[in-house]
């Protein structure tokens, strides 16, 4: 019994060390900002003032706009978009569907640093040529159209892009799952497709597109890298202004900004897992029924 019992006192063991590793520095970081002096390592007094002066902060906050409209427009776009997408690959004959699926699971294990400086790239080389033929125009034709940059539209494709292959696979086992027939005996009933589609498909993988509509947010808030290279110079997620700021000081406005994206990203963690939770308990319950 007493060698039978090591292993699990070891296990336990490890994994709390593991947690302990993992969150220690996010506690620690949490309370400091809760510190009435600017200090990290030494405790002043409880204080709400770095809050009271993050909200004030004229960079930060156009940051958080930025994050919050990129984040809520490229989740609606790409949410649309994953859905259709996916309910195409599901009604493809399998010799196309798995190529195709692998594909679309390329960006969500490709390193976040190529797909950044791949899409850089293709906006340059794009960019480049309609303003070298915008160029060619005004001096030919001396007609003149809108020069192309980096910017607020280049990060938004860039979020869409790389939120669309979530939004598919969240949505893919609710397809599996639906009867094949569904569709076929809503038209014979003399539904359109579109009236099938918004009243019986979308009621059946429903709790898939809401799952991948808060997987995606939840990737766009917290993305840096991909942001980095497609914002260009002019625009500024949360992320990036915090990174600006820690090349010249470590100020403990960063420690309330970070508090206050774990709580948010933590709790569309939950709100993910719980809901994945009441789906499983009710698929058993109804297998059991049936």
């Not at 195709?100 to 390193?111: E, G, H, R, Y």
């Not at 303003?131 to 034709?141: L, R």
């Not at 997987?215 to 766009?220: G, K």
Request: proline share 3%.
């Amino acid at each position: 019994m007493r060698l039978g019992s090591r292993p699990g006192l070891l296990g336990r063991s490890f994994t709390a060390l593991v947690f302990l590793f993992l969150y220690l520095p996010i506690f620690i970081l949490i309370i400091f900002s809760f510190n009435e002096g600017n200090s990290s390592s030494v405790w002043q007094g409880f204080s709400l003032h770095w809050y009271s002066e993050l909200f004030q902060d004229r960079l930060i906050m156009s940051g958080v706009y930025t994050t919050l409209l990129v984040s809520l427009l490229a989740t609606v776009i790409a949410t649309a978009a994953g859905t259709f997408a996916a309910i195409g690959f599901y009604n493809m004959r399998r010799r196309w569907r798995e190529p195709l699926m692998a594909v679309n699971n390329i960006p969500m294990v490709n390193a976040d640093i190529v797909t950044g400086v791949s899409l850089c790239l293709f906006f340059v080389a794009a960019f480049g040529a309609w303003n070298g033929f915008v160029s060619w125009m005004e001096t030919t034709y001396r007609l003149t159209a809108p020069r192309l940059a980096l910017g607020f539209g280049t990060l938004l494709i860039a979020h869409i892009c790389f939120n669309i292959p979530y939004v598919i696979l969240s949505i893919m086992p609710k397809l599996r799952q639906m009867d094949k027939n569904l569709i076929d005996a809503a038209q014979d009933l003399g539904c359109t497709w579109m009236q099938a589609f918004r009243k019986v498909v979308v009621p059946e993988i429903k709790p898939g597109i809401i799952n991948g509509m808060l997987i995606a947010f939840t990737m766009s808030i917290d993305d840096f890298v991909i942001s980095y290279f497609t914002a260009g110079a002019k625009t500024s997620t949360l992320a990036m202004v915090i990174y600006g700021m820690t090349k010249k000081r470590v100020s403990p406005k960063i420690n309330a900004i970070s508090t206050l994206l774990f709580v948010v990203v933590l709790l569309l963690l939950v709100i993910v897992n719980v809901r994945q939770a009441r789906q499983d308990k009710a698929a058993a319950k109804n297998g059991h029924a049936g």
